[in-house]
């Protein structure tokens, strides 16, 4: 039983994971990310603008900080977000052509 259970597990490619993750990834979760980094980035110029056009109000500069803090965050998450999904896609891609070649050989997807 065992076996068979190790045998069936073997036989499953690359090919096939390429097939199940590559879609996911391409149709939900990148444009997912990518609105998320342009809700970071608004984020981040309304906190410049909220200290920009209020330069002498101290309550419009703090909250124009915590905005710009906020969005900082927001885009290192997305960051990081986009380098994992990165890793993801290449590891996939590695194992669905049975080599492994160098990252800068290879586009983002």
């Not at 090919?15 to 149709?27: D, E, K, W, Y």
Request: hydrophobic share 50%.
């Amino acid at each position: 039983m065992i076996s068979l259970a190790t045998q069936a597990y073997a036989t499953v490619s690359g090919q096939a994971i390429g097939s199940v993750v590559n879609p996911i990834i391409t149709n939900i979760v990148m444009p997912i990310v990518e609105v998320m980094f342009g809700v970071a980035v608004i984020v981040f110029v309304f906190g410049v603008l909220q200290m920009v056009m209020n330069p002498t109000s101290e309550d419009a500069r703090k909250r124009g900080k915590m905005s710009i803090l906020g969005g900082l965050v927001g885009l290192l998450i997305m960051l990081s977000a986009w380098g994992i999904i990165y890793i993801i896609s290449n590891t996939e891609k590695g194992i669905s052509s049975g080599s492994s070649s160098s990252a800068s050989s290879q586009s983002l997807f």
